[in-house]
């Protein structure tokens, strides 16, 4: 069984400064893992996916996350804040059934606040 | 535009009642996901279809059926609605075989008095 565990639920950070959020996995093969984001009133959008392909994963808007299989992380990142990105996001990891986008098991979200 | 819509996208119900939340996507996808949202909980799977005719449960079934009416039409029914199951509720479409992600609709917000 596969699982991820994002550590805070809440995150604020001032406009410009870096964005980290934390993401551990879980997984019995070798994961597919992904970033949604959610912003308010809306479904999740895909960020970002992790596919073996290469350690750093460069996603939209900016946003970047790197597998570490040894520490079992998915953390990502923003070098510098914009108040666009006030949102909810979400790790998830899957199984790898069809390209691992069935099937997705996700976080407990982590809502990210933008201090101007 | 394309994509996946939910109706409706707000409802109040009574203990007791029953409902069946819509969704149709016209992306011409094969497998489609009902999920439902909790604070603190993240996305719970219900139930998915991976093609029509076919529907398979996922973590959190009870208390739920559904229809894949079509190949478009994917629909979720609440029988005999419970306060527990007040939640945001998303569908979701995947052309299977594809390197695409899901694809979300925005969700039905319910509550359960």
């Known amino acids: 069984a596969q699982s991820v565990t994002q550590l805070g639920s809440h995150v604020s950070v001032s406009e410009g400064a870096l964005v980290l959020l934390r993401c551990n996995y879980s997984?019995?093969?070798?994961?597919?893992l992904f970033w949604y984001v959610q912003y308010p009133n809306q479904g999740l959008q895909l960020l970002l996916k992790?596919?073996?392909?290469?350690?750093l994963v460069k996603g939209i808007n900016g946003f970047e996350a790197e597998f570490k299989k040894s520490e079992t992380s998915f953390h990502l990142t923003k070098p510098s804040a914009h108040m666009s990105d006030a949102a909810e996001y979400f790790c998830?990891?899957?199984?790898?059934?069809?390209?691992?986008?069935?099937?997705?098991?996700f976080g407990t979200g982590t809502r990210l606040t933008i201090i101007p | 535009n394309a994509g996946v819509t939910q109706t409706p996208k707000f409802q109040v119900l009574k203990t007791g009642q029953s409902m069946t939340l819509q969704c149709a996507q016209d992306?011409?996808?094969?497998?489609m996901y009902w999920y439902r949202q909790d604070p603190g909980m993240g996305l719970r799977l219900i139930y998915y279809s991976a093609s029509e005719g076919t529907t398979d449960k996922g973590e959190v079934p009870n208390g739920y059926n559904v229809s894949r009416l079509n190949k478009r039409e994917f629909s979720l029914r609440l029988e005999s609605a419970a306060p527990s199951q007040t939640s945001v509720y998303f569908c979701?479409?995947?052309?299977?075989?594809?390197?695409?992600?899901?694809?979300f609709g925005d969700g039905t917000r319910l509550s359960i008095l």
């Open positions: 992306m011409n996808h094969n497998s």
């Open positions: 992790y596919t073996s392909a290469a350690t």
């Open positions: 998830a990891v899957s199984d790898g059934s069809n390209f691992g986008n069935e099937k997705l098991t």
């Open positions: 997984s019995s093969v070798p994961p597919y």
């Open positions: 979701a479409s995947l052309d299977r075989g594809s390197n695409q992600p899901q694809h």
